[in-house]
């Protein structure tokens, strides 16, 4: 089968005009909007920063440049390859993925929103969450277990009568400190021991003012809080949530799950590959700009070759997430895992080499809040851990290259 990693024309052309947006309009108000953060209450929204925020927002839906991810009636009919350019140009900007309404964790929840959800939870959180309005979060690792084997997991979810009671706690829960964020879509443990280990969990959802949720904290990322947004340390107790919030049924937790974070972890790949791009376009402009004994720091040492192996595995990086959008664009999501297991671990490694090459370039101010290079570092650092740690993705990998051998004997 011939495998194209292109895109149409009329495609080539939407993103044209989502990389003007980026460069031109949004990535102009980056650090503006973040210095607004601390002043007053690092948990709420300062008015200048809503006004930056939904003022570009609101431009970018009324030219139609909004819900990118989405592959259902009334989007732009993208599909997994196309939109993993669109997830690259929106990476080199930390606002961009909400100003198109493409960031994450809410497209993967209106993802399950719409294909397991009941109309009336469409209705009260898909369309508002598809309009922008509001934010939500997904609770599933947590802190008394190795949730890295997500079969670990085990908040109580006990039925009582018409509702469920759910006791326990949640950590890096991403979003769950915005304000805006309205729902939770949270993984829970609903079988015994008596059952298989994939069929004893089970996801629910659950509105954030909830009596019995209590905020415990902001994890913080190398000592960043990321407020207002945020990454929260949550404890449920004795929370209850009407029957009818269980989604598909008890025990079906996983098989929401695969469905929700292959297609979450090639957006984080290329979001991280757009970011390798920014850093590594930062690294030449610093280079070319500034001397040292006499010569531009792009003519000493061995920087020649740091710029090439830097553009060579940013290449590489981008070809393998193409092929594994690819691979989910056939619809075997079985055949696609390995390819998603691949990238999964090679996009934030390569990303982290160029920021941190960039880093060097820059010297002291690297590190420094002058530059965004600290801030992309530690997010990237922080994407190898999430959706799964390098070691899981890499026994995926492995576990699928020996069967193939095993296959072979037999």
Same mark, same amino acid.
């Given at each position: 089968?011939?495998?194209?990693?292109?895109?149409?024309?009329?495609?080539?052309?939407?993103?044209?005009?989502?990389?003007?947006?980026?460069?031109?309009?949004?990535?102009?108000?980056?650090? *503006?909007?973040?210095?607004?953060?601390?002043?007053?209450?690092?948990?709420?929204?300062?008015?200048?920063?809503?006004?930056? %925020?939904? +003022?570009?927002?609101?431009?970018?839906?009324?030219?139609?440049?909004?819900?990118?991810?989405?592959?259902?009636?009334?989007?732009?009919?993208?599909?997994?390859?196309?939109?993993?350019?669109?997830?690259?140009?929106?990476?080199?900007?930390?606002?961009?993925?909400?100003?198109?309404?493409?960031?994450?964790?809410?497209?993967?929840?209106?993802?399950?929103?719409?294909?397991?959800?009941?109309?009336?939870?469409?209705?009260?959180?898909?369309?508002?969450?598809?309009?922008?309005?509001?934010?939500?979060?997904?609770?599933?690792?947590?802190? *008394?277990?190795?949730?890295?084997?997500?079969?670990?997991?085990?908040?109580?979810?006990?039925?009582?009568?018409?509702?469920?009671?759910?006791?326990?706690?949640?950590?890096?829960?991403? +979003?769950?400190?915005?304000?805006?964020?309205?729902?939770?879509?949270?993984?829970?443990?609903?079988?015994?021991?008596?059952?298989?280990?994939?069929?004893?969990?089970?996801?629910?959802?659950?509105?954030?003012?909830?009596?019995?949720?209590?905020?415990?904290?902001?994890?913080?990322?190398?000592?960043?809080?990321?407020?207002?947004?945020?990454?929260?340390?949550?404890?449920?107790?004795?929370?209850?949530?009407?029957?009818?919030?269980?989604?598909?049924?008890?025990?079906?937790?996983?098989?929401?799950?695969?469905?929700?974070?292959?297609?979450?972890?090639?957006?984080?790949?290329?979001?991280?590959? +757009?970011?390798?791009?920014?850093?590594?376009?930062?690294?030449?402009?610093?280079?070319?700009?500034?001397?040292?004994?006499?010569?531009?720091?792009?003519?000493?040492?061995?920087?020649?070759?740091?710029?090439?192996?830097?553009?060579?595995?940013?290449?590489?990086?981008?070809?393998?997430?193409?092929?594994?959008?690819?691979?989910?664009?056939?619809?075997?999501?079985?055949?696609?895992?390995?390819?998603?297991?691949?990238?999964?671990?090679?996009?934030?490694?390569?990303? %982290?080499?160029?920021?941190?090459?960039?880093?060097?370039?820059?010297?002291?101010?690297?590190?420094?809040?002058?530059?965004?290079?600290?801030?992309?570092?530690?997010?990237?650092?922080? %994407?190898?851990?999430?959706?799964?740690?390098?070691?899981?993705?890499?026994?995926?990998?492995?576990?699928?290259?020996?069967?193939?051998?095993?296959?072979?004997?037999?």
């Amino acid at each position: 089968m011939e495998m194209n990693l292109g895109m149409r024309p009329e495609t080539r052309a939407l993103l044209e005009r989502v990389a003007a947006m980026v460069r031109d309009e949004i990535a102009p108000l980056e650090t *503006e909007f973040h210095a607004e953060v601390g002043r007053g209450d690092r948990w709420q929204f300062t008015p200048r920063q809503a006004e930056i %925020l939904e +003022g570009l927002k609101a431009r970018a839906k009324s030219e139609g440049l909004w819900n990118f991810w989405w592959a259902g009636d009334g989007g732009p009919g993208l599909s997994t390859v196309e939109y993993a350019y669109f997830a690259e140009e929106m990476g080199k900007s930390p606002l961009a993925p909400e100003v198109f309404n493409c960031n994450a964790p809410d497209t993967g929840n209106m993802e399950v929103f719409h294909r397991y959800g009941t109309e009336a939870m469409k209705a009260r959180w898909l369309r508002p969450l598809m309009a922008g309005e509001i934010r939500s979060a997904y609770l599933m690792t947590e802190p *008394e277990v190795a949730s890295s084997d997500a079969t670990n997991i085990a908040m109580s979810c006990v039925r009582d009568g018409e509702d469920y009671v759910l006791d326990g706690e949640k950590w890096w829960a991403t +979003g769950a400190g915005d304000p805006r964020c309205a729902v939770y879509i949270v993984m829970v443990r609903t079988g015994g021991d008596d059952l298989p280990r994939h069929q004893r969990h089970s996801m629910i959802v659950v509105p954030a003012d909830t009596p019995g949720i209590e905020k415990l904290r902001a994890m913080e990322v190398y000592g960043h809080d990321d407020a207002p947004h945020g990454h929260m340390h949550i404890r449920f107790s004795g929370v209850r949530v009407p029957v009818e919030n269980l989604l598909l049924g008890e025990g079906r937790g996983f098989e929401i799950a695969q469905g929700r974070l292959g297609p979450g972890r090639i957006h984080h790949c290329m979001r991280a590959i +757009g970011m390798a791009e920014a850093a590594l376009g930062m690294l030449c402009r610093r280079s070319l700009a500034r001397e040292a004994f006499g010569r531009p720091l792009a003519e000493l040492g061995a920087n020649h070759d740091i710029i090439a192996e830097c553009r060579m595995e940013i290449e590489q990086a981008r070809l393998l997430c193409l092929r594994a959008a690819w691979m989910m664009d056939q619809g075997d999501a079985r055949a696609a895992a390995p390819w998603i297991h691949q990238i999964k671990v090679v996009a934030p490694r390569v990303a %982290l080499k160029v920021i941190d090459e960039a880093v060097q370039m820059f010297g002291a101010q690297g590190i420094s809040q002058d530059v965004p290079l600290a801030a992309m570092w530690h997010h990237v650092r922080t %994407l190898r851990l999430a959706d799964g740690p390098d070691a899981v993705h890499r026994r995926q990998v492995a576990r699928a290259e020996l069967r193939r051998h095993t296959q072979a004997r037999v």
